[in-house]
């Protein structure tokens, strides 16, 4: 199988349920900055972070595969026949008890905080910004997306503030306060 198909060269792409949609439409746009967000934590992961930040990641990286998938699927058909292309409830769960784990190994927030610090720290500060342009497109998209989606990109960015202060943190690189 060839990595072309051309079938985009008109500038054009197939969602699931084999609908023609514009490269520029919302849903695109929305489904596209989540697969930017997903790129950005795997440069994040390979500038070296510890192994439980990591595996998190990993996770995440499945995560948002399953939110891209669930965007580009507005009939609804590929959630019924692929689990792991579905976020539920569980996941969002599954973040909030991650950032009280990590938040507890942190000094109190006391002011802002400018991004920066190491690469990997960095990275993640950055992944936050690209988490928040996704929300708020997908927050946009009319008819509107799963709740769930939202709620877990909404709190997907909190883990990720969180986790750039950890690696940071363990690094022994102090937070530049604003």
């Not at 019924?80 to 909030?96: H, M, P």
């Amino acid at each position: 199988m060839k990595i072309y198909t051309r079938t985009g060269d008109a500038g054009e792409t197939s969602l699931f349920d084999k609908t023609r949609v514009s490269k520029a439409d919302p849903l695109v746009e929305a489904y596209g900055d989540v697969d930017e967000l997903n790129a950005c934590l795997g440069g994040a992961r390979a500038f070296g972070i510890p192994p439980d930040v990591d595996a998190a990641l990993v996770q995440i990286q499945r995560d948002l595969f399953a939110v891209g998938a669930q965007l580009a699927d507005p009939a609804e058909r590929l959630a019924s026949r692929v689990t792991k292309a579905f976020i539920t409830d569980n996941e969002i769960t599954r973040l909030e008890g991650l950032i009280d784990t990590l938040e507890d190994e942190l000094p109190p927030l006391r002011k802002f905080i400018l991004a920066g610090g190491g690469p990997a720290g960095a990275l993640l500060h950055v992944a936050r910004t690209v988490c928040r342009r996704a929300e708020r497109r997908i927050v946009g998209l009319a008819p509107a997306a799963d709740p769930v989606i939202v709620r877990y990109v909404n709190r997907l960015s909190d883990l990720l503030f969180v986790m750039a202060r950890v690696v940071n943190h363990r690094a022994g690189l102090p937070e530049t306060e604003w």
